[in-house]
């Protein structure tokens, strides 16, 4: 079955530690985005690439690092740097960048911070 | 700073009705629109997307924009207490450039 894969459900973080958040997709789609959700709030987006090895920030990246190695896959590394950051990560993907491309979540990792 | 404003509910519907939900957007130049449903604790879900003025049916859902006023609306036919979630609003000017509602909670009462 085609779709985007995120690991772990939920997490655990302890003060000071990275950690990093899964996201893989069999879609062959280009683009992948990283969104933050708070309680009552939309989706923040943090991170996005349209490309393999080329990432842009989003409006929330600081405390966020990313990489795109491979088409497939785009961890999240939530590091230390990031002072609040339970809430739920959503991993995304779309064929393009262009006007018309939808975007499909994978099912989410809960991040607490413990 | 560019917006999807959603009223956040809970809007409440008895089974069988017509649920409406409603998005406004500041930012002119969108051009692609989207309605996700969002169960409790889980992702979104992809249900209507709409480009050109006017109405898109799809099954028991009707999406309808109104670009003069800046107005994206999503209609539920004969609701159903299985369509009782989140539902967000999205606008895009690009792919990557999406901005997500904080959603509409709609409740549909058996």
């Known amino acids: 079955d085609g779709g985007i894969t995120q690991s772990p459900k939920y997490l655990f973080r302890k003060e000071g530690q990275n950690v990093t958040l899964s996201c893989e997709q069999n879609?062959?789609?280009?683009?992948m985005y990283w969104y933050r959700q708070d309680p009552g709030q939309g989706l923040r987006l943090i991170y996005y690439s349209q490309i393999v090895n080329d990432f842009q920030k989003g409006d929330i990246a600081e405390g966020y690092s990313v990489s795109r190695e491979k088409k497939e896959s785009f961890p999240l590394t939530v590091t230390s740097a990031q002072k609040n950051p339970t809430a739920f990560y959503l991993c995304?993907?779309?064929?393009?960048?262009?006007?018309?491309?939808?975007?499909?979540f994978g099912q989410g990792t809960r991040l607490t911070v413990v | 700073q560019k917006e999807v404003e959603q009223n956040s509910g809970p809007l409440s519907v008895p089974e069988g009705a017509i649920a409406s939900l409603n998005c406004t957007y500041s930012?002119?130049?969108?051009?692609?629109f989207f309605w996700y449903r969002q169960y409790s604790g889980k992702s979104p879900e992809l249900i209507m997307s709409i480009y050109s003025n006017g109405d898109k049916e799809d099954g028991r859902f009707t999406a309808q924009l109104n670009k003069a006023s800046q107005y994206v609306s999503l209609l539920i036919r004969d609701s159903q207490p299985s369509d009782s979630a989140t539902y967000l609003c999205?606008?895009?000017?690009?792919?990557?450039?999406?901005?997500f509602g904080a959603g509409t909670r709609l409740f549909v009462k058996a």
């Open positions: 995304a993907s779309s064929i393009g960048t262009g006007t018309h491309s939808e975007a499909f």
């Open positions: 999205a606008a895009a000017t690009g792919g990557f450039k999406t901005i």
């Open positions: 879609l062959n789609h280009d683009a």
């Open positions: 930012d002119r130049v969108s051009q692609s």
